[in-house]
Each structure stands twice: as C-alpha cells, then as structure tokens.
C-alpha cells in the first residue's frame, strides 16, 4: 500500500464509525457502484487515472472510494448536446474550455468529479499546467449534470456542497425523466426551469440561451433514428 493509500485509509479509518455512516456519507449510493479494486478508503487519483483511461470505466473519487457515475445512452446524448451548444457559443467569443463527460477535476485534495459538461473561464486557468494535466484543480464556472435513474438525491446533494465550496458559480442538473432542470447558484439556491422553459448562462456566459424543448426534440430525434 502506497503512502497516499495509507493516508486516504487512515482518514476513512477515522471519519466513521461503521459502514452505515460511509455509505450515507457517500449520498447513499448503489452499492454496486461502489469499486473494491481497490478497496475503499484506498484509492488514489492513479487508480482513478487507470479505471477511466485504461479499463474505460467511469468514476470519481471521494477521499479514497472510488465510485463509478452512471452512464446511459440517452442521457449522454444529451451531454453532448449540451456541450456542443456550449462550444458554438463559447469557441468564437474565445471564453474559455468546455469538457465533456471525461473531464476530470480535483475540487480539493483527494476529491475528484467528473461533471457530464463543464466550462471554465480563462480566469480560473492561471497555474494550470495546461490541458495535458490529467486532473486539474480548478472548480468550474459552470457545472452540469445529466441525472440517471441510480443518482440519490443523497449523493447529488453532496455535489451540490462540493461544487460551491469549490467555487463553483452555477450548478444545473438536467432531468431526462421530467423533462426539466434545476439551477442552482448556490447549494441553497435554485430555480426550477420545466419543460417549456430556457436555460441562460446568467453572469456566467450572458447571452446564451438553450430551449429545453429544443433539447429533447434533438435528442428524441437522434434517439428514434437510431431504432
């Protein structure tokens, strides 16, 4: 066990009293997206490198656990969709980097999200090593996530927490099933945009606008293709 392990175990080791408080810690998660290879309280951002890269899963790391976010065809559609809006806003006006779903970012010491959409302005840039560095830390101006069916809202909530503490401006969380989206400018904050309704980049990246209907007739339209 490296140094690194041996630290992350020792503060899991420390944090709980029992397996009941790490899992509700954790947001209540699945226990079958919790990964025992290695074990919990012992990963570090190396296995976390190997699982996405190499064995081509995707997790986060939450102070030594590695837990795997879901994935479904569907909602990374719409990821992608979201992003390439972003980019054909983004990519003329040179306001910063948008990443997609393997995108990983450190947001404090042995915490790593990987949000379905991020954008980073070039403030937050300085003292990056640049888009080679596998895991920067650097909170994103704007984070989004496409919510599947296995989420809890346990473990949405802690991410809320997480992005702000972060430095984090603004949250969305997209709903497949409803059609909707929540935005959130703090962890307390939020505003319910239904299915009729328009996202816009606020202070963040005024001026642009994405019409949820628009949205998932696109991808309803790519989906149904496909059958």
Known sequence: MTTTA?????VASSRYQNAAEWLHDLGDVPLERIIFDPYPGTATEADLLKRV???KQMCELVYGT????????YES?????IGMRLLDFVLPRKLGLVAGEGGTIRLSPGLVRIPDVSFISPGRLRGWK???EPIPSVAPDLAIEVLSQSNTPG????KLREYFDAGTNVV???DPLKRSAHVYTSAAQVRLVDATGTLDGGDVLPGFELRLAELFAQADAMYESTK
Not at 77 to 81: D, I, N
Not at 155 to 158: A, G, K, L, Q
């Open 53 to 55: 890269e190499v064995d």
């Open 77 to 81: 559609l719409l990821a992608m969709l």
């Open 172 to 174: 969305w969380f997209i």
């Open 66 to 73: 590695l837990v795997e976010k879901p994935a479904g065809y």
């Open 130 to 132: 640049g888009p080679r």
């Open 155 to 158: 473990e949405m909530s802690r």
């Open 6 to 10: 041996r630290e992350n175990a020792s």
